[in-house]
């Protein structure tokens, strides 16, 4: 991304975040990503500081992670990771198109888990590090059975591209597995943290 975007970006991750810390009614934050920043060697800080090793770029990740979860915690609100979807590097959004186009079932496109888990080794090791951070709910949980990972679900494609889920087959998996349920579930696996008008209230009680 070149140097404007980059601070197109930031703009706008900062004007949303203010909103969100300003909304009392928001209670569970809740962030995703591929996380595949770790394997770029462009990732840079605000101030243009490049991390040269992956090492360096998972520290600096889940520092931010840890700032924000801070930030969020003395506003009153929880932070709520969800894992990126099971992956191999291929485009899993065009699989199931081009295996209909040759006359081949869909299912033709699920992969072994295992595939996930060595193609996306330093981006799920990430994420491990970010649980001691906040809770993340894991979409291998949903979208792999019995060691397989299905791109489709009853005739609907569950992926974008490579790395994201679709419209679609994210809303179906949400209405089939009650991700919601699964998120709110995750945020009360951490203690509440106390923002600064219930600390007032406290005080002014005590």
Known sequence: ASKSERAACIDFNDTA????????KIKTVVISSPF?????????TRD???????????AALV????????????AGK???IVSPPPATGMDLGLCPIRMHLNGVAGAACDFPIGKHWSGSALAIELVKSLESVAPVVWLDDYLC????CRVTLDGTPRYRDADHLSNAGSAE????????????????????EEGPAARCERRGKS
């Open 17 to 24: 975040l203010r909103w969100i810390l300003s909304q009392d």
């Open 78 to 80: 929880k932070l709520v």
């Open 48 to 58: 243009d500081h490049r991390f040269d090793s992956v090492e360096e770029r998972k």
């Open 173 to 192: 998996l949400g209405r089939r597995v009650d991700l919601a349920g699964a998120i709110r579930a995750a945020a009360a696996t951490r203690p509440p």
């Open 145 to 148: 059975t019995n060691g397989t």
């Open 63 to 74: 520092r931010s992670a840890t700032e924000l979860g801070r930030a969020l915690a003395i």
């Open 36 to 44: 595949r920043h770790i394997l770029s060697a462009s990732l840079t």
